[in-house]
C-alpha cells in the first residue's frame, strides 16, 4: 500500500495529531483523497485503471476498516478531524470496495453504529454530497432547456415499440417501460412476468398495516370536526393491494377511500377483485402526475391520509409529489410512503432518512418516523411480523430492494 493507505491502518497508538499532520501533508502534495487501493495495485502492476472489476477501496474504507478498539475521547476527536480531512479534499462517502461494503458496513463492523460520532459524519457527509448533486442537475437541467429553445430541433419520433426495446434494468427505473411491462401476480408476490422484478411482496403486511392506521390516525379521531366536511384518504399504487385491505378494514363508512393506480394488468386484477364496485372506493385510472393535478384544478376534495408506494420511480419522482401533497393535503392530515429509499444499502438508508427530513421542513412539514426491526420470523400462523417486520423471502426474486435490519416509518405533517 501507499504511505497514505498505511497511515490510515492505524498501526501506532495512541492516535495522535501526528496522524492528522501527516494526513494534511500527503493530501496537500498531490494524493487524491479518492487513491483507491485497486489503482495503486494496477499502478504496481502496470495496468490501466479500468481494470478494478469496479470496486473502489478508498482510504475512507482504509480508515474505517482498521478503526481501533476502544479509543479515548482525544483519539476520536483526531479520527473525527481526519474524516472531514478527506471530505474537504474531496472523498466520496457511498463507494464500494472489493468486499462489496460502504465506509458505513465497515464502521459498524468495528463497532461504530449508527448513532456513532463517525456515522454520523459520514450521513452528514452523504446528506451534503446529495444535496448539491441535485442542485447542479437541476442548473445543467435548466441550462438544457435554454439551449433546446434557442435551436428549436426537430427530433425524430421515437416509435412505442423502440421506446420499450430497452436493457432490463430500465423496468425498475423508467416508469413508462414499466407501465408497458407485462406483470404475474403470485400467491405471495407481485413481480414482473419477464424478468423476475419484486415490484410488491407479502412480507411487507406489517408495513401496510402500519401505513393504514397512519393515514385514518386523524380521520378516526375527529370527533369534533365538521360534520359537513368530507372524509377522505388516497393510496397511490395499488401492487397487491395490501394497504387497500386494510383501508377496507379501518375505515368507517363515512370515509372516502381513493385508490391511483396506472398499470393495465393491476388495473384489470382490481376490476376482477371487485375494487371498482365497492362501496365508498375510487378508483383513478391513471398516472398520479395527471389524476392529482385534475383533483387540484377541480378543487374541493383534500386528504386526510395520503400513501405513495409505486414502482420504477426514484426520489426526484417524489420532489414532484410533495407539490401535490402541500396542496392536497388536510392541515391536520398524514402523509406517508414505503420507506425503501436506498434501501438496498444502509448507509444511502441513512442518508436519505436525512434527506427527506430536510426536503420536508422546506415545504414547512415534519417528519417523524417510528423505527420497526425487521427480520422476525413468521410462525406460520397468520400472526405476521409479531413485534416487527416479517423476514423478506427473496426467492425466485431477481434481486431483493430492502436489505436494512430495521424499516424506518415515516409519519409526515404540516407544522
Not at 496522524?19 to 502534495?29: A, C, D, G, H, Q
Not at 423508467?174 to 422484478?197: C, I, W
Not at 423476514?391 to 415515516?410: C, F, G, L, T
Request: glycine share 8%; aromatic share 10%.
Amino acid at each position: 500500500m501507499s504511505e497514505l493507505h498505511d497511515l490510515l491502518k492505524f498501526a501506532e497508538r495512541p492516535v495522535g495529531s501526528g496522524y492528522l499532520e501527516k494526513l494534511r501533508y500527503y493530501l496537500s502534495n498531490g494524493i487524491p483523497s479518492t487513491y483507491t487501493v485497486e489503482q495503486l495495485n494496477n499502478y504496481l502492476e502496470g495496468k490501466e485503471d479500468d481494470e478494478c472489476n469496479g470496486s473502489n477501496t478508498t482510504p475512507l474504507h482504509v480508515l474505517a476498516k482498521h478503526l481501533p478498539e476502544n479509543i479515548n475521547d482525544e483519539e476520536e476527536k483526531v479520527i473525527l478531524e481526519m474524516m472531514n480531512t478527506l471530505f474537504e479534499y474531496g472523498a466520496g462517502w457511498n463507494f464500494i470496495d472489493a468486499e462489496d461494503k460502504t465506509v458505513g458496513d465497515h464502521l459498524i463492523d468495528r463497532g461504530y453504529g449508527i448513532d456513532s460520532l463517525f456515522y454520523r459524519r459520514l450521513v452528514e457527509a452523504g446528506v451534503s454530497a446529495e444535496l448539491l448533486l441535485r442542485k447542479v442537475n437541476e442548473n445543467i437541467e435548466f441550462l438544457e432547456e435554454q439551449e433546446d429553445d434557442e435551436e428549436e430541433e426537430v427530433l425524430e419520433e421515437v416509435k412505442p415499440e423502440q421506446a420499450v426495446a430497452v436493457n432490463s434494468d430500465a423496468t425498475a427505473n423508467e416508469p413508462e417501460v414499466f407501465l408497458s411491462t407485462e406483470l404475474e401476480y403470485r400467491e405471495n408476490a407481485l413481480v414482473t412476468k419477464d424478468e423476475q422484478d419484486g415490484v410488491m411482496m407479502d412480507w411487507e403486511d406489517e408495513i401496510m398495516k402500519m401505513s393504514a392506521k397512519s393515514l385514518l390516525k386523524t380521520v378516526n379521531n375527529s370527533g369534533d370536526g365538521d360534520d359537513n366536511e368530507s372524509k377522505n384518504v388516497l393510496n397511490i399504487g395499488f401492487g397487491m393491494g395490501i394497504i387497500d385491505g386494510y383501508i377496507e378494514e379501518y375505515r368507517d363508512e363515512d370515509t372516502k377511500h381513493y385508490i391511483c393506480e396506472a398499470h393495465p394488468d393491476v388495473l384489470a386484477k382490481m376490476k376482477e377483485d371487485g375494487w371498482f364496485d365497492k362501496k365508498g372506493v375510487v378508483v383513478l385510472t391513471g398516472r398520479w402526475q395527471d389524476e392529482l393535478n385534475k383533483i387540484i384544478d377541480e378543487g374541493g376534495i383534500y386528504f386526510d391520509g395520503i400513501y405513495y408506494d409505486t414502482f420504477s420511480e426514484g426520489y426526484e419522482d417524489m420532489i414532484e409529489l410533495y407539490d401535490n401533497i402541500v396542496g392536497l393535503l388536510k392541515p391536520d392530515g398524514i402523509f406517508s410512503f414505503f420507506n425503501g429509499l436506498g434501501g438496498d444499502r444502509q448507509l444511502c438508508y441513512e442518508v436519505y432518512k436525512e434527506i427527506v427530513s430536510i426536503d420536508m421542513k422546506n415545504y414547512g412539514m415534519r417528519c417523524e418516523y417510528r423505527v420497526v426491526p425487521v427480520g422476525i420470523k413468521s410462525e406460520g400462523n397468520g400472526d405476521k411480523g409479531k413485534g416487527g417486520i416479517e423476514e423478506p423471502n427473496w426467492q425466485d426474486i431477481k434481486r431483493s430492494y430492502y436489505n436494512i435490519p430495521y424499516y424506518y416509518h415515516p409519519e409526515i405533517q404540516f407544522m
